[in-house]
């Protein structure tokens, strides 16, 4: 494990493991940490050295001075970069691949965005990014939702009651009701969604031109959805798929709880 120091942003904190020789650099679900994909050790581990990335408000990864005005206004996309300039320093330009899990496939897309042509490998799970989940964007793109979700952040009843509103109408299950009930229990759970959403709400990759990328340069194509996913399933990615030639594709009977001892088993088999 160690740190990256990306300038202008702060501390990112890394994980490292894995028994294979590619260098892999993944990026986590939330309210986990870059260790999350040590659960896929007998399909995904012996082929990669991962580096594991904690998202800021996740494990040790700290901002550096950033205001709350800052963090609201979100992370300019172009600071992603810095992963890679700064990861390049300590382990020398070379060819490496990419791995995301719902928000954390976020900059996996953005990484392919700017560095197709030393990329072998990406893999998505359960990926946002690839398609407007109307319940992020009106969160953080609306006016009003906005002001919703900075209300909910402060107050000890509304936001447990939204997300019991939420699971009442169907938009989220069970397994996701639990999930994000568990990450607003406290304050500073609350407080800590709430920046990390804001903070990422600029990373959005455009995703017709991470195909042709990912087509032009050949890049290996892993894309795994949940078959009982409410937040990102394989349906609202069919526009980004038709655009692949040669994608590899998987749809497992899982919901968006993706990254399980359930899908290490499936994907050796």
Not at 59 to 66: F, K, P, Q, V, Y
């Amino acid at each position: 494990m160690g740190f990256l120091h990306l300038p202008g942003l702060g501390k990112a904190h890394f994980h490292e493991y894995g028994s294979g020789q590619k260098p892999l650099l993944a990026f986590h679900g939330y309210g986990m940490t870059g260790k999350q994909f040590h659960v896929l050790d007998q399909s995904v581990l012996p082929r990669y050295h991962i580096y594991g990335f904690d998202h800021f408000f996740h494990g040790e990864s700290r901002l550096d001075g950033w205001t709350e005005q800052q963090i609201l206004s979100g992370m300019p996309k172009a600071m992603v970069r810095s992963y890679m300039e700064e990861w390049f320093k300590l382990y020398g330009r070379q060819r490496f691949s990419v791995m995301g899990y719902s928000i954390g496939a976020n900059l996996a897309l953005i990484l392919v965005e700017e560095y197709a042509d030393m990329i072998d490998d990406i893999i998505l799970m359960a990926p946002d990014g690839l398609a407007v989940f109307k319940g992020f964007h009106f969160i953080l793109h609306n006016k009003l939702g906005r002001a919703i979700f900075r209300t909910a952040t402060k107050s000890k009843w509304l936001a447990p009651f939204l997300v019991k509103s939420v699971k009442r109408v169907g938009v989220i299950d069970e397994s996701l009701y639990k999930i994000a009930y568990n990450e607003i229990d406290t304050e500073q759970k609350r407080l800590d969604t709430y920046y990390t959403l804001n903070l990422i709400r600029q990373l959005k990759p455009d995703v017709q031109k991470v195909a042709q990328l990912i087509n032009q340069h050949k890049i290996k194509c892993l894309l795994i959805f949940g078959k009982h996913d409410k937040l990102f399933p394989k349906s609202a990615a069919m526009p980004f798929l038709g655009m692949l030639d040669n994608a590899e594709v998987h749809e497992v009977e899982l919901g968006h709880w993706l990254v399980t001892k359930a899908l290490d088993e499936y994907l050796v088999k």
